[in-house]
């Protein structure tokens, strides 16, 4: 090798991300600050493994309609930090989910993604 | 050093191609190349004299590269920029500074597709985004329903206004020859129309259809000789982000940076214009873009399209042809918001002819609201 050494993660973001998940936590591949980003990207620098919130507050959300079935999808922004698209489970009506505060689902239901949030009740935090 | 690119370059052709549907069997090239030979001719400019090609599309991966075999063209300037729904109006922009900078002088910028022929619900060459995957994420939809959604958070923006938009875009199509939709459609309709992603129902969405259309680019020097050139009197474009949790505010997007940089140079401000084609992908989309290119303050897009705002006879003319809604939408829509524009400047359109015309503004999005490009256009007594 001549000059420079090609920089080569040991996960992938995806991989790093898919694996917390499996462990009911949100990861995120190493990346210099800010790092609460979505989607999780790669840094030159730092390390460090970030585990971020597994809690948050609806910033939109839409139902959406298919042949299939329904479904909700919502973009969360995480309590520390950090904002993403996950599934929102037992909510129909967008409007009325935007400003909820939800958490990871920590048991998954029939064909759910892994990513899937549900509202926290009134009082429970 | 700087010099103003203020009115440095013209458009002297348009065409447009295989609307609303080519022949089975046709490609994406084949519709592509069908409207850039009809600019060409409307130009009055043979294929051998086109040095710079701007081609763009989502079914091919390297559109320029059909667009040059098709036409039997070796230009010396090749430009296949993808940032979604707005390349030709980047390609504009990358186009007038080639043949300031003397890289090219017969600009020709394309777009093809054959998005309904194809018979694929949504024909895209796109990477898939990983992060995104799994969710049950329908594509462009789903971004936009969100970006909606949030506007009738913030500003208490209503159904009714999305759908207004899609009224409105409907009666300018239905004085518009060739439109794919021209039948009677309410804002009662719209509201009752099947849902897709909330709010939007499929009234709020836009059309699919085959379809291609191209510009024909030179210098002002070269476009006095010609007929009816329309000038590029401002343009600018912007890329932010690529997914949608990484839009940094869903309310605000690109365009007001795009707009304000297009307006200054244009030397212009919105009530200086007289007529708007506003990307509408979507019912939000022209709201969200009168608020970010300064028509109206941000949070009054709803009302500003209220009671036929944009619609014939209205506060602004906006979508003259029925824009994405109404007239066609081969997946991405952006070069007929400039085919619209030379259009309206060159006159005699008949029933949808914004009168005395004399400056146009073209904006269009890519992607999930997350690159930009503004162009305002003028007559030559607006340089």
């Given at each position: ?25 949100i ?9 609460r980003?979505f ?13 971020l919130a597994t809690t948050g507050t609806v910033y939109s959300a ?10 909700m999808l919502a973009l969360i922004d995480l309590t520390d930090g950090g904002r993403l698209l996950a599934r929102l489970r037992g909510e129909?009506d967008a409007s009325a989910a935007i400003g909820a505060q939800v958490a990871l689902a ?9 990513l899937t949030f549900t509202r926290i009740a009134e009082g429970a935090r | ?145 969100m970006?909606?959604q949030r506007?009738?958070h913030d ?90 949790a990484?839009?940094?505010d869903l ?133």
């Open positions: 090798m001549s000059g420079i050494t090609p920089l080569t993660p040991p996960l992938s973001p995806l991989a790093q991300f898919e694996a917390g998940l499996t462990h009911g936590g990861t995120i591949a190493p990346e210099a600050p800010p790092a980003r989607p999780p990207r790669l840094g030159a620098g730092s390390d460090t493994q970030h585990a839409t139902h959406v309609s298919t042949r299939a079935g329904s479904h129909t920590t048991d998954r239901q029939d064909d759910e993604p892994a | 050093m700087r010099t103003s690119l203020r009115g440095s370059a013209a458009i002297v052709g348009i065409g447009l191609a295989g609307i609303p549907a080519m022949p089975p069997g046709s490609t994406p090239v084949d519709c592509m190349a069908l409207a850039a030979l009809a600019a060409l001719m409307d130009a009055g400019i043979a294929p051998e004299e086109v040095d710079g090609v701007f081609a763009s599309g989502l079914q091919m991966l390297m559109p320029a590269l059909g667009l040059c075999e098709y036409l039997g063209l070796a230009p010396r300037h090749v430009d296949g920029t993808q940032v979604g729904g707005c390349a030709p109006l980047v390609q504009l922009n990358h186009a007038r500074q080639a043949i300031a900078s003397g890289t090219c002088e017969v600009a020709l910028i394309a777009y093809g597709s054959t998005q309904r022929s194809s018979g694929a619900a949504f024909a895209s060459l796109s990477e898939p985004l990983v992060f995104e995957q799994g969710l049950g994420w329908p594509g462009p939809v789903a971004a936009y329903a970006i909606a506007h009738m500003f208490g923006t209503r159904r009714e206004d999305f759908a207004e938009v899609a009224v409105a875009a409907r009666e300018w199509a239905r004085l518009t020859p060739g439109a794919t939709a021209q039948g009677p459609l309410t804002i009662e309709d719209v509201l009752a129309a099947r849902p897709i992603a909330s709010p939007f129902g499929l009234r709020d969405c836009c059309l699919v259809t085959d379809g291609g259309g191209a510009l024909v680019v030179v210098s002002a020097e070269r476009a006095k000789y010609m007929k009816a050139p329309v000038y590029v009197l401002g343009s600018a474009e912007i890329a932010t982000h690529r997914s949608i990484a839009m940094p309310v605000h997007t690109g365009a007001a940076i795009t707009g304000a940089r297009a307006f200054t140079e244009a030397g212009l401000s919105p009530p200086d214009i007289d007529v708007a084609q506003l990307y509408d992908a979507f019912t939000v989309n022209p709201i969200v873009f009168l608020e970010d290119l300064g028509f109206c303050a941000k949070g009054e897009g709803g009302p500003f399209v209220r009671d036929g705002g944009i619609a014939p006879g209205g506060r602004l003319a906006v979508n003259t042809n029925g824009g994405g809604l109404s007239f066609c939408h081969p997946g991405m829509y952006g070069v007929f918001t400039l085919i619209e524009s030379v259009l309206q400047l060159r006159g005699g359109l008949g029933a949808r002819q914004v009168a005395g015309a004399k400056t146009a503004l073209a904006h269009a999005p890519g992607g999930f609201m997350a690159s930009h490009a503004t162009a305002i256009l003028g007559t030559p007594e607006t340089l």
